[in-house]
């Protein structure tokens, strides 16, 4: 990326202020836009865009699309189990990415399981969001005790990974609701479990712009004039903070991804009647030594690819946002 | 005599996504030995870029597109890295604006200033230390041989600007570009830090070229002024003559901004409306015309070469003896103080 | 400098506080202690008096006391599932777990901080940009997909080095078992440390090189090369020095997050260690084990935290010594 600084550089980029007149329309300013403008520019960024795009659509249409039902146990035969890929020698067209060790097949499983992974990421990280916007709203705002004990716990939770906090959490459901309920309720929890682990940075964004925007003076005069301070916060401190919320909630949706699945690997996640990437993969694993390795590498190339294109995303984003490179 | 740096048609530019800018214009000065050029101009009118440009430490993509700069009669514009590494230190000096960030924070006062003696100059330990104890003092640093195992953040602001004069002083340097050295200093202590540099600069027979857009500190230390506008040449001077009897509108303009103790409190303070453009969107023809009290056709069209005006040098057609300004415009033009080439009665009327 | 250490050590002590509070909590109310540990047939009076024997019926304020000085002394009760104490199991595992994470580590600093550094001081190079490609997928694949990505290249198709356990150990007093003196212990260590030590290894080299950019621009770089420093003085004197302060103490905080990594990593690998224990315990609530093994983590961070802080104050002489004078 061209390297521009100095003031002169900068102030020369800034959008056109030819505006100030009549204005270009929205379509034209929206072409001039910075971030559009890198997003276009960058192939990579273009790609993962698409292929995070095909991914989640496939996932949203699985039903509909994929070519078997894997989870319908009059549909399965024996008959049809372990079943190399189609383009090898052995393999059968109908499966395309081969069959498992009850005869499901592969590519169904894994559009399915990639429904849930991104269902179960994508709850967990709106749950995060709002959590720690709020969390971040009330700390900054109504600082003091409250700002304390938050930032506190922040503070204490930040020293642990992510991956133990929702193992522990996992691991407490599960004693506190007994083995039958708690599949009741594994989707909650798990959402819960990995939400919980994300939540602070979101927290300590919001707070920050708070504190910021509080000490400003139309804050003030708004309050002055009888406004709730909720009201101000929302409508003046959010928009603000978007930006890097968005930015954060991407970075963490592959990471809430990646999470899901090592849960559901090491076999405290989604229970296998709904298999995710993850449980899908620690199926696979069993019959890796065997030789059936197709059970095990495809949804795992899936999951490394939504990982990776979500991930590309969010440095693509990072960077586009942020005022210090541009 | 030649003079110690010689700038002729410098052009900068830097490539953008959206275009080439150019950042300096068809810049050319020239700075004696031994004296003090101001170089001033709004933020963004290229003064610090002038000053890299000169050092070669522009940023990229930022780089010289044309033009020549001479030291002490030598091309250094298009030096191979190695040389001009030789160049900086050695021959130029640069100091910058914040003397908390000009040091590493990591190591002592002492290693700093050791470290770049030993750069420049084959010593023992000892004597560059020795060396190094000396500026010190030179610069006004009280208890020297203690303070040498300072580290930066244990000094004051003007202490630290002090030591960083030090810095760049240490190899002896024939010419010392300063961007703008008191402006992140207390009022009190800049006055000092300005009059330490010009001594120490004559006592080694040092020319200085003062970068700031503070009038106030051009006018106490410089010998000569050069005023840029949107990367180009405005007007270029001895300062006695700049100051008070500004030839281009702009820098007329600029004067009569600044607010006097003479002058009537309740009358509101001059301004120059609109601003200067961004480079990206310089009108044709003279970069100030849009602002001019006294800008006519040709202005608009043409850009002026910096013509001779009295005393100093101003880039504008008032001062072009093949110009025909309007009457009204030249009249108006006379009584702000601008002598131009051709007196209104002269217009064949 | 004394203060401060203070000051770090009493919130350290907090910290521990509060995970042994969410620790005895686990302990005490999550499931029936009582259970856990007779039979089915074992009479309601026997039960009683069990509970009373275990002190159950207790103050809670009581129960927390002497759960804490029992901690202090590392008896931790006795587990759920394999009924023995605690302690001794932990004991037992500690090693393999310990002995992982510290080759992880330095095979991350090892490679990470060089590779960071080459590609801060050479971003538009080739091999600049093909690592950071490498890095982007090193972290966008989750742990355990890398290590069966390793086993099925290396172990299943190559067969150059074991997929599971840690070869032979050789017991060299105080009950540490070290696989490092055997060949057959160093070849089943390369793979989970790579494993392990490839997430961290991309996140140091991001780190390194992303610190290496900020410092080359800042002032006093400008600084150093308007005085014609060299090159190298430049880069590794001045620059690297900038750069280390900050990873340092970055990196000895993920020391600790290796450890907790080293759960998915030893699942993968079957590597009899402390994380593989406390999965186990998690899919069982053994609650005893998790207890314990959240105490243990928790005074590992704790006391990794405490470290760094008093390093940083040590290498940085803004913080280390007093104010402006003169």
């Keep these: 990326m061209p390297y521009v600084t100095g003031e002169e550089a900068r102030a020369a980029t800034a959008p056109s202020d030819a505006a100030a007149g009549r204005g270009p329309g929205l379509l034209a300013r929206l072409r001039d836009n910075d971030v559009w403008f890198s997003f276009t520019r960058s192939p990579i960024t273009l790609v993962s865009a698409i292929v995070t795009l095909v991914l989640v659509l496939s996932a949203l249409f699985a039903p509909l699309i994929a070519p078997h039902d894997p989870f319908d146990p009059a549909t399965l035969s024996i008959m049809d189990s372990f079943y190399p890929p189609a383009w090898t020698g052995e393999g059968d067209p109908r499966f395309l990415l081969g069959t498992d060790d009850q005869g499901r097949d592969i590519l169904s499983t894994i559009l399915h399981g990639m429904r849930i992974s991104l269902a179960v990421g994508f709850a967990s990280v709106l749950f995060a969001m709002v959590l720690g916007v709020t969390l971040g709203l009330l700390a900054g705002y109504l600082g003091g005790v409250v700002d304390s004990v938050i930032m506190r716990v922040a503070d204490v939770q930040l020293t642990f990974p992510a991956i133990l906090i929702a193992l522990l959490i996992d691991g407490v459901a599960r004693g506190v609701a007994g083995p039958n309920s708690y599949q009741d309720i594994v989707f909650g929890v798990l959402v819960l479990s990995i939400g919980l682990s994300f939540w602070v940075q979101y927290a300590r964004t919001v707070r920050g712009s708070v504190l910021v925007e509080k000490n400003k003076e139309y804050v003030l005069a708004a309050r002055l004039i009888g406004l709730r301070p909720w009201t101000i916060m929302v409508k003046h401190v959010l928009p603000n903070v978007l930006g890097p919320v968005l930015v954060i909630a991407t970075i963490n949706l592959a990471l809430a991804i990646i999470t899901e699945a090592t849960l559901s690997f090491l076999g405290v996640g989604v229970p296998p009647t709904q298999p995710s990437l993850g449980t899908l993969i620690r199926i696979g694993n069993d019959f890796l030594f065997s030789g059936e390795w197709w059970i095990t590498i495809f949804p795992g190339i899936t999951l490394a690819v939504l990982a990776l294109a979500v991930n590309l995303l969010g440095d693509w984003l990072r960077d586009a946002l942020n005022p210090k490179l541009r | ?349 | 400098m004394l203060a401060f250490a203070i000051r770090r050590l009493v919130q350290a002590i907090g910290v521990m506080l509060v995970v042994a509070l969410i620790s005895f909590v686990m302990f005490r109310f999550v499931g029936d202690p009582v259970n856990q540990l007779v039979g089915v047939d074992t009479s309601p009076e026997d039960r009683a008096a069990l509970r009373e024997a275990l002190g159950l019926n207790d103050p809670v304020l009581l129960q927390f006391g002497r759960f804490i000085l029992r901690a202090a002394q590392l008896d931790f009760g006795i587990s759920y599932q394999f009924k023995q104490p605690v302690a001794a199991l932990i004991a037992s595992r500690l090693p393999a777990t310990l002995e992982l994470s510290l080759v992880s580590a330095v095979l991350a600093l090892a490679v990470g901080v060089p590779m960071g550094v080459f590609t801060g001081l050479y971003p538009r190079s080739w091999v600049s940009r093909a690592f950071l490609a490498v890095s982007l997928v090193g972290v966008s694949l989750p742990t355990f997909l890398i290590g069966i990505l390793l086993i099925f290249l290396v172990s299943v198709n190559l067969g150059w080095l074991p997929s599971f356990g840690r070869g032979t150990v050789v017991d060299i007093g105080f009950g540490w078992t070290t696989g490092l003196l055997t060949a057959s212990g160093l070849q089943s260590l390369i793979l989970p440390a790579i494993t392990l030590g490839l997430f961290q290894m991309t996140l140091i080299m991001r780190l390194v090189r992303g610190e290496m950019l900020e410092v080359l621009r800042t002032d006093y770089i400008k600084f150093a090369r308007a005085r014609g420093l060299s090159r190298r003085a430049i880069n590794f004197g001045h620059a690297l020095r900038n750069t280390l302060v900050p990873v340092i103490t970055i990196t000895g905080l993920q020391l600790g997050s290796i450890i907790a990594f080293a759960i998915i990593t030893e699942t993968v690998f079957q590597w009899p260690g402390m994380g593989l224990m406390f999965l186990q315990a998690v899919q069982s609530v053994d609650i005893p084990i998790m207890a314990a093994y959240l105490l243990l983590i928790a005074f590992l961070f704790v006391t990794i935290n405490f470290i760094v802080d008093l390093l940083y104050v040590a290498v940085d002489p803004r913080i280390r010594l007093g104010g402006a004078r003169g």
């Design chain 2, 1 to 349: 005599m030649t003079p110690t740096l010689s700038v002729r048609n410098l052009r900068v530019e830097i490539p953008t996504r959206r275009g080439v800018l150019t950042a300096i214009d068809d810049l050319s000065f020239d700075i004696a030995p031994g004296e003090v050029l101001g170089m001033v101009g709004e933020s963004g009118a290229g003064k610090s870029i002038t000053g890299s440009a000169i050092i070669g430490l522009l940023e990229p993509p930022g780089r010289v597109a044309g033009g020549e700069i001479r030291l002490a009669g030598e091309r250094i514009d298009h030096l191979p890295p190695e040389r001009m590494r030789h160049v900086r230190g050695r021959r130029i000096g640069m100091i910058f604006q914040d003397p908390l960030t000009s040091l590493n924070p990591l190591y002592r006062i002492g290693e700093q200033l050791v470290e770049t003696i030993l750069t420049h100059e084959r010593l023992s330990g000892r004597a560059a230390r020795d060396k190094a104890q000396r500026l010190l003092e030179e610069v006004g640093i009280p208890a020297a041989a203690e303070r040498l195992s300072a580290y930066p953040h244990q000094f004051s602001g003007g202490m630290r600007q002090r030591v960083v004069i030090a810095l760049a002083l240490a190899a002896d340097p024939q010419l010392v570009i300063a961007d703008e050295p008191t402006t992140a200093l207390d009022v009190s202590v800049q006055a000092q830090i300005i009059a330490l540099l010009k001594r120490l600069c004559a006592d080694r027979g040092a020319s200085v070229m003062l970068i700031t857009h503070d009038m106030g500190v051009i006018a106490e230390t410089a010998d000569r002024v050069c005023v840029l506008y949107a990367g180009r040449l405005a007007e270029i001077g001895p300062v006695r003559d700049v100051v008070k009897h500004p030839q281009h509108p702009y820098t007329e303009g600029l004067m009569a901004a600044i607010p006097s103790l003479a002058g009537d409190p309740d009358e509101k303070l001059a301004q120059i409306p609109g601003s200067m453009p961004r480079l990206g969107a310089i009108p044709p023809g003279c970069a100030f015309n849009p602002r001019c009290d006294f800008a006519f056709d040709r202005c608009r069209a043409e850009r002026p070469d910096a013509y001779p005006a009295g005393a100093t040098q101003a880039a504008c057609f008032l001062h072009d003896a093949t110009s025909a300004p309007p009457p009204e415009i030249a009249g108006r033009a006379s009584e702000a103080g601008i002598r131009l080439v051709r007196a209104p009665a002269e217009t064949g009327r």
